[in-house]
T-cell receptor, first 112, second 111 residues
Framework: EDKVVQSPLSLVVHEGDTVTLNCSYE??????LLWYKQEKKAPTFLFMLTSSGIEKKSGRLSSILDKKELFSILNITATQTGDSAVYLCAGAGQNSGYALNFGKGTSLLVTP | NAGVTQTPKFRVLKTGQSMTLLCAQDMNHEYMYWYRQDPGMGLRLIHYSVGEGTTAKGEVPDGYNVSRLKKQNFLLGLESAAPSQTSVYFC??????????FGQGTRLTVV
């Protein structure tokens, strides 16, 4: 059975801190690992990772995949209060129409 | 630039009532999905479709039916609603092996 596990489940940091969110996965016929940000409403796409060791960056956010260890991390540097959200990790395999198998998410709160 | 649109956004049902949730996408995506999101459970796949006229069961399909008569629409039906189906429902669409785009969600309460 496919499984995606995120840690920690919740995190409180001060503005300016750097955070690392973790995601481990076991996905049959693995194709990609995706990160989403969810603020009250629909998840919004952050990154899709398919190859090991290649860092993807967008502003203060970055992510990398390790396909040997079945692991991904999402880093956020110089956190801002606007980064407060639930961050979702999902694995996609070639089964089930590439449907995303989500972890339970990491709830991040950035305090002023 | 609508993307993925869900209707309705909110609904309250009585136990035993039926309803249909509509998902429409304007990105010409082949694949469409229905998820439910419950506190502490993450997003769980209900049903999915890899093309017009095709549907398949996901992780939690019991109590739901779906139809994909047109490529742009994916309908989720509840024939006899139960309190356990109280949840937030998200529709998503994608190209094969691409990122999924989500609708804004439907908050359903069954009393």
């Amino acid at each position: 059975e496919d499984k995606v596990v995120q840690s920690p489940l919740s995190l409180v940091v001060h503005e300016g801190d750097t955070v690392t969110l973790n995601c481990s996965y076991e996905v049959t016929n693995f194709r990609s690992l995706l990160w989403y940000k969810q603020e009250k409403k629909a998840p919004t796409f952050l990154f899709m990772l398919t190859s090991s060791g290649i860092e993807k960056k967008s502003g203060r956010l970055s992510s990398i995949l390790d396909k040997k260890e079945l692991f991904s991390i999402l880093n956020i540097t110089a956190t801002q209060t606007g980064d407060s959200a639930v961050y979702l990790c999902a694995g996609a395999g070639q089964n089930s129409g590439y449907a995303l198998n989500f972890g339970k998410g990491t709830s991040l709160l950035v305090t002023p | 630039n609508a993307g993925v649109t869900q209707t309705p956004k909110f609904r309250v049902l009585k136990t035993g009532q039926s309803m249909t949730l509509l998902c429409a996408q304007d990105m010409n995506h082949e694949y469409m999905y229905w998820y439910r999101q419950d506190p502490g459970m993450g997003l769980r796949l209900i049903h999915y479709s890899v093309g017009e006229g095709t549907t398949a069961k996901g992780e939690v399909p019991d109590g739901y039916n779906v139809s994909r008569l047109k490529k742009q629409n994916f309908l989720l039906g509840l024939e006899s609603a139960a309190p356990s189906q109280t949840s937030v429902y998200f529709c998503a669409s994608s190209i094969p092996s691409g990122e999924a785009f989500f609708g804004q969600g439907t908050r359903l309460t069954v009393v």
